[in-house]
């Protein structure tokens, strides 16, 4: 008999009942160190008492209006967006999928509304994941996100990630914009080139394409930077947020350059809840605590530490481990046993993990997490390490 709840997903078996910063405790008080922040939503850890205010005044006062009336949280949090980014206008939603709708119906919608609506298709890259509606999957391109579900948006063309010269080649009169994430995730933790970006910049300001960044899990801070492109010292037109944004509200943004989002007027575009007074209350705090460069050197600081001892393990376990790559505090182990071994290993020494693409192992650890967490999280990885040896 089928479960009360759909069996979509391969669940560990663990059930947490509260997080307290890097933690997470089950109703029995075992506690486990939380190097997966729920998919690198949780940037501030878990019950953050700035967050924890931020959502409990808001509940107090008013939770949700629609996009009908001005939403003054919303202005707020889009004004802090538009300060600290390349982006001059943003639209808010509840997730990450929905942050990608977004772009690709801006970016067709952009050329569209110039009178050159034949301009519509997408180059975006293998690997790659943009979300699980009917329009990402179909952007991500990948066999096993839409087989079954019928014909596929079309509009995609797919080339290999950080092929400049595959790009190039790939750009016909019909292409309208370019479109992947800096630092792939799901993917398993694969950071472009500096120069793959610039040379992407490049060509789509040779061809008058959008540059769309989906920045859903390596933005807010996440690489040490409030956004990964930037390392690049270039911009997007278009860029997809959500995870980090909202600390574990659910929360996305698409924000855009004046000159992008010219299409999207009155009535093209809408969402009920997207930016309602209680997300953007909770987001706007997180800003507040992120966008400092305080913060980020933090962040920075933090990273360099953890990739020097991860340098470390992985030298002392080469039956195991390959290699340690990332950009700041997100981080792929990638594995010579399967990756599930390892998770599954972190487990038994109450450690959490998460696999990814490429049999990798993300650790993407709450942004706040302390050195000494950082120290403990690496024994305990060198534990889970020994016992995969062990039975080797
Ligand atoms: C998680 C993720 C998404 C999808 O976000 P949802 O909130 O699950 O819809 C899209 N792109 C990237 C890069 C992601 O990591």
Request: glycine fraction near 12%; charged fraction near 20%; hydrophobic fraction near 45%.
């Amino acid at each position: 008999m089928i479960s009360a709840v759909i069996p979509t997903y391969a669940r560990a078996p663990l059930s947490f009942v509260k997080g307290e910063g890097s933690w997470l405790i089950e109703a029995d008080g075992s506690r486990y160190l939380d190097l997966g922040a729920g998919i690198a939503v949780t940037s501030l850890g878990h019950a953050h008492p700035r967050l924890v205010a931020a959502l409990k005044d808001q509940a107090e006062q008013l939770w949700h209006t629609s996009n009908l009336y001005n939403i003054p949280n919303q202005e707020k949090l889009a004004e802090q967006l538009v300060a600290a980014t390349f982006a001059d206008t943003v639209f808010f939603t509840n997730s990450g999928a929905e942050a990608m709708e977004c772009a690709i119906k801006m970016t067709r919608k952009h050329f569209s509304a110039k009178g050159e609506g034949e301009r519509s298709e997408i180059i975006a890259f293998t690997e790659s994941f943009h979300g699980r509606t009917l329009g990402t999957i179909a952007a991500a391109g990948a066999a096993k996100l839409v087989n079954g579900f019928g014909p596929r948006l079309e509009g995609f063309t797919h080339v290999p990630f950080g092929d400049l010269e595959a790009v190039a080649a790939a750009i016909t009169p019909q292409t309208a914009g370019i479109l992947l994430e800096p630092v792939q995730g799901e993917g398993g933790i694969v950071p472009a080139e500096d120069a793959f970006l610039q040379g992407l910049r490049s060509l789509c300001d040779e061809h008058g394409l959008l540059l769309i960044m989906d920045e859903i899990q390596c933005g807010m801070g996440r690489t040490g930077k409030l956004f990964a492109h930037e390392w690049a010292g270039i911009s997007p037109d278009i860029m997809g947020v959500a995870k980090g944004i909202g600390g574990g509200f659910p929360l996305g943004a698409c924000l855009a350059t004046e000159r992008a989002a010219s299409g999207m007027v009155a009535g093209t575009h809408g969402s009920t809840y997207g930016g309602n007074p209680l997300a953007c209350a909770v987001g706007s705090a997180v800003m507040d605590e992120i966008a400092t460069p305080d913060f980020l050197a933090g962040v920075n600081r933090k990273a360099g530490a953890f990739r020097q001892k991860l340098e470390g393990l992985v030298a002392a376990h080469p039956q195991v481990f390959e290699a340690v790559r990332g950009a700041g505090l997100m981080i792929g182990l990638a594995c010579k046993v399967p990756n599930m071994d390892v998770v599954r290993a972190g487990y038994d020494q109450h450690l959490l993990t998460i696999p990814g693409g490429q049999n990798v192992v993300r650790l993407l650890p709450a942004l706040t997490i302390s050195m000494d967490e950082i120290a403990d999280a690496v024994a305990r990885l060198d534990q889970a390490a020994s016992a995969i040896e062990a039975k080797l």
